[in-house]
């Protein structure tokens, strides 16, 4: 119950296409998802995240769209770039007192964006 | 820019060595973090301090000792590490809340731990 489920576990995309990354997960105690982008050799930076009380936020190309009745949640990036080849880690917390500081994190996505 | 400095970048280590892995965070955050990180996996959650006291331990090995000693400081120690224990360690630090820890986690550049 505890996991968060990611796919693709790999996508490979042409500069402009339109990546989504897929997230599941069980916990109705999950109240935080954020996802994180790491580019190799670095640490993840926070790049977006949502509550459950909306169903899409934007920030920029980057989009996260939420359906709390079916706990799943997508990450799509607008007008690809190649700059945004990275790792993409979708991930989900609990505000409940002494699980607060726990990220569960999906296993990861390898964005490649083809010039 | 991370606001979250660790330091050294890179350590190599031998087996019966001791060394310590520092992080340092000026967000005012109360809320530490370690995280380990094996290639092409997502960080796993070592141990989180909350206003200084370490509030959760992941059943992590004793020879990784952590250490807080003030609120913008949280340290590793390494002590008779195995090859296995080479990963990416990660600090990230987040806002306390009364009641629990924040939710928003900012993570560091980490530091590459390689255990010969």
């Known amino acids: 119950q505890q996991q968060v489920k990611q796919s693709p576990q790999s996508l490979i995309v042409q500069k402009g296409g339109i990546p989504i990354i897929n997230c599941a997960y069980e916990?109705?105690?999950?109240?935080?998802f954020p996802w994180y982008q790491q580019f190799p050799g670095k640490g993840p930076a926070l790049l977006i995240a949502?509550?459950?009380?909306?169903s899409e936020k934007k920030e920029g190309r980057f989009t996260i769209s939420f359906n709390k009745s079916a706990k799943q949640f997508s990450l799509h990036i607008m007008d690809s770039q190649p700059g945004d080849s990275a790792t993409y880690f979708c991930?989900?917390?609990?505000?409940?007192?002494?699980?607060?500081?726990?990220?569960?994190f999906g296993q990861g996505t390898e964005l490649s964006v083809k010039p | 820019d991370t606001e979250v400095t660790q330091t050294p970048k890179h350590l190599v280590m031998g087996m019966t060595n001791k060394k310590s892995l520092k992080c340092e965070q000026h967000?005012?955050?109360?809320?530490m973090y370690w995280y380990k990180q094996k290639a092409k996996k997502p960080p796993e959650l070592m141990f989180v301090?909350?206003?200084?006291?370490?509030?959760i331990n992941e059943s992590v090995p004793s020879r990784f000792s952590p250490e807080c000693p003030n609120s913008s400081l949280l340290n590793l120690h390494l002590h008779a590490l195995q090859p296995e224990d080479s990963a990416l360690y990660l600090c990230?630090?987040?806002?306390?809340?009364?009641?629990?820890?924040?939710?928003?986690?900012?993570f560091g550049e980490g530091s590459w731990l390689t255990v010969v």
């Open positions: 916990n109705t105690a999950f109240d935080y």
């Open positions: 967000m005012g955050h109360r809320a």
């Open positions: 301090y909350s206003y200084e006291k370490l509030s």
């Open positions: 991930a989900a917390s609990t505000r409940i007192y002494n699980q607060g500081g726990k990220l569960i």
């Open positions: 949502i509550r459950p009380d909306v």
């Open positions: 990230a630090s987040s806002q306390a809340l009364r009641g629990g820890v924040g939710n928003t986690i900012y």
